[in-house]
């Protein structure tokens, strides 16, 4: 399933770029280290199924008392803990960096990159990196379970991404990324086969490993006060459970306004849709999911007379909308924090 951690990592993260999430970041002027730590609190309120817990934070309700009904709130407070680390080459057009990806920052999902950034004259930005999960999130081992406690696994999503950004002097922007999915103990559907609920090899179709692929593409207009960017992203879920496996499409809007030399206000509205490639076997019906995410931040740069500080507060909401109501996932998350730039 679509991990619902995708939208959780801290919304003031997205909004403390120069360039909205989606876009190539530029090549630092000055050679050196440079960067941010970002520091702070938030409170999510999560509903979900199918996710235990996220930065050590309990979001899944457990037991679970039946299969038919969406998932109950859980609220509850996490620390935001945010990096970004780059060193500039003195020929300044090379530059390594390692931190918070600029993909998954554009849904709010816990993963890091390390890679190179090259500038290849007037043909525009080269990216390449490998994506990590270095705070995994956890899943249940069989989610399927009614009636008793449910056991914890982890999930790890690894792979790399290619960006080719301000492709030939323009502000279009080309991705590609590849991640595999490994869950440490898959057990989905173990208590139902228990239960001649379904059979040993209809359970093979709610397996949750595989590969997540998507190709992304973005346009940013420049604006006097501010930008606006439009990212349009093709997406395949390959799993080996055939159930759980979908495909589709979402379109974001990323908007900056500055409002003075020291505040500016960061939003996003994303849109998708997906199919799922064959039926569920417990509930006899192929799966379809609409999903939904908006978010806003505030930035107040130099808080209070402090210099390389900003002040940060935001709130984000997603929603994965399913045909199946037991695989609805819903989240919002209040947060506040301060960032230093180096």
Known sequence: MMSLNRFVLPVI????????????????????????????????????????????????????????DPAKSEIDYLPIIALSLNYTFSNKTTELFLGSSIENMAVLDFSTNLGVRQQIGDAGIIELSALT???????????????????????????????????????????VSSREIDIDTERSGDALVAATTITASEQGLLDRNGDINIVSATYTWYMDDGLLSLGFNSIDYDLDGKA????????????????????KVVSKLGLGYFEFDDDNPIYDEEDEMDTAEFSVTLLVDD????????????????????????????????????????
């Open 13 to 68: 993260v997205a909004g403390t770029i120069a360039c909205p999430a989606w876009a190539a970041q530029p090549i630092s002027s000055e050679p050196g280290f440079s960067g941010f730590v970002n520091l702070g609190i938030g409170m999510v309120n999560a509903e979900t199924n199918t996710l235990a817990t996220f930065s050590d934070v309990d979001v899944g309700e457990d037991p679970i008392d039946s299969l038919d």
């Open 133 to 175: 999960t270095p705070m995994a999130a956890e899943v249940w081992e069989d989610p399927y379970v009614t009636g008793a406690a449910r056991d914890e696994t982890d999930r790890d999503i690894d792979g790399a991404r290619l960006q080719w950004g301000n492709i030939m002097g323009s502000n279009f922007d080309l991705a």
């Open 244 to 263: 759980m496996a979908y495909d589709g499409f979402s379109v974001e809007i990323d908007h900056v306004k500055y409002f003075s030399q020291r505040t």
């Open 303 to 342: 808080p209070f007379g402090y210099k390389n500080w900003v002040f940060n507060t935001g709130f984000a909401f997603g929603q994965e909308d399913h045909d199946i109501n037991f695989y609805d996932n819903d989240v919002s998350l209040i947060s506040i924090g301060a960032m230093w730039n180096f």
